[in-house]
């Protein structure tokens, strides 16, 4: 993805240091941020400096490298797996990569762990290639498209998986239209996919969380395309809260819901969602939120009433029989059809 | 209710002049604020200063009263009428009010119409406890109610009418909890609700606009219940938007959904919820957002990344059939049964 003239990708690895853009800082600064050790890779990714299901994965298992690359025995690479692990409990993509870094590392040495991770970042990058291959027809010229949530290069180290068909229908000739759904608490529609559609040139309007009836009502959304953090084997989905709310929506109006979903989100070992663990994130994040005031700065403000609580939980659960499909790298499939892994 | 063990209606009038509790201040600072001329009125109605259909509608009749005082004649009080009508489109109670306030100060001068638009201001009053005493039993031990926006005392002058049960069933010695929604973009939930139910020491929780359709799902909701801005003769109701979102949800999982209407929200030239008017209101509510800082300034902040733009509909219409039952002073109804004026 290009921002202002250069191509970044949301994460990479550098030697033994992984660099990101801070993306609690955007949309109002892009920053570069770096991490020298694992502990800090940890950190960033718990933090959020890095979110979205396939860079909580990227970044994970570039952790799992430097954790090799720092070289200071097993029992350090096997308290740095748990401590990555750690650090977001829904993404199935992050335990894919760990995982995958750590066998690789324990197998064939440091240099052998980094290859592998590296690799699994660029595949990420290929799965979402695939994704805007087949979900391309899928969109119509003319078509309206409620998103949620940012399921965009920010969140899939490079292209995106709900962006990357949109960009290749945009880029095909069709004229399409994004509502952008704000997604409190954090907004990272409002604020990260809103700032990747302007850079992209894809006409947007973004809307609250309490807007999508409406708009389903008056005939606004042809399709509702979202990302997920895990996929259970039998279609069930985990993606952030509010998802669920869409989907049932869309079903009540007739209108198509799809999952996009790279293969390293599939957790075949997960029957079904109920064994998805959702995290609850701090009621901070409701009761305050930040943004830039009129002279440049970026504030912190209080946004609910002063000594009232909140309840975060920052994902939920949607049952397989409310989406249309998913959107997989070989295709478009059922929900619980996709194709187990060779 | 009591602020600081003082008693305040939400707006009141006193001789020529309409004095208000400024909800745009709320919850960060308390402050009254006086409107001396009914045009110094209409501007408090369209900045929302008084915001809720009742207070709309109280505030509509008491401006409509300043006009008749401020003595310049049919033509000034006609132009007046106008003005106030013209403020808000959706709440059926400005029209309500303003109207009847109008009607009698042509026939019987200006002291008669103070003397209505006071009249309006208590029968709203009325209402809500009434409201509160054929709600209350709907309410069990131990309930959790999910709202939306503010239907407190803040929105009907004083009492509130889906408060109204709450604060009844608690005192009753019914254990009850409140799910309250923040409500973007105006954030009325988490501000004004929420300042309320901590007011009254009922517990409760802030939640994002985006998690009701989990709560839902893991059971921990019995109960919805909104207010309304106009109900349509066939039962279809105006309010908030993301009220409709909350109805087909509490459809699909089987949850009784009752919206609190006083007869003064009742338009039944209105045939069905086609014809009433949404209100779209400027899109900065959604790109910025006002609260406190750190150090106790109310900062205003953008929340939304640079250079996108937004869609604000302030309401959505929720067709009869997701309405368990209307909640009026008289009774609970299925949408439609409601009894019409005497």
Known sequence: MNVAGKHYRAVWLDGPQVWMIDQNRLPFYFEIRNAPTHVETARCIREMTVRGAGVIGAAGGFGM???????????????????????????????????????????????????????????EIGFCREIGRHAEP????????????????????????????????????????????????????GRLTAWELRNE???HAVISDTVPASLM???????????????AANGDVANKVGTLDLAILAKEFGIPFYVAAPPSAMDFNCPSGEGIPIEERPQDEILYQAGLTDEGRVERIRVVSPGSGAFNPAFDMTPARYITGIITPEGVFKPGDFPRPR
Chains 1, 2 share one sequence.
């Open 138 to 189: 899928l969109i119509r010229d003319g078509m309206k498209i409620l998103t949620h949530c940012n399921a965009g290069w920010l969140a899939s180290v490079d292209y995106g998986s709900v962006t990357a068909p949109i960009y290749r229908a945009k880029e095909r000739g069709k004229k399409v239209f994004v509502w952008v759904s704000e997604t409190r608490p954090r907004a990272q529609g």
């Open 65 to 123: 490298a430097q954790a090799f690359l720092e070289d200071e025995g097993r029992e350090h690479v096997d308290r740095a797996r748990e401590t990555l692990e750690s650090t977001r409990p829904t993404a199935q993509t992050l335990y894919y990569a760990v995982r995958r870094v750590h066998r690789r590392g324990v197998e064939a040495g440091p240099e052998a762990a980094a290859r592998e991770a590296q690799a699994i970042a660029d595949e």
């Open 201 to 203: 040139g894809v006409p």
């Open 217 to 231: 009502a008056r005939g606004e959304v042809d399709v509702v395309m979202v990302g997920c953090d895990r996929v």
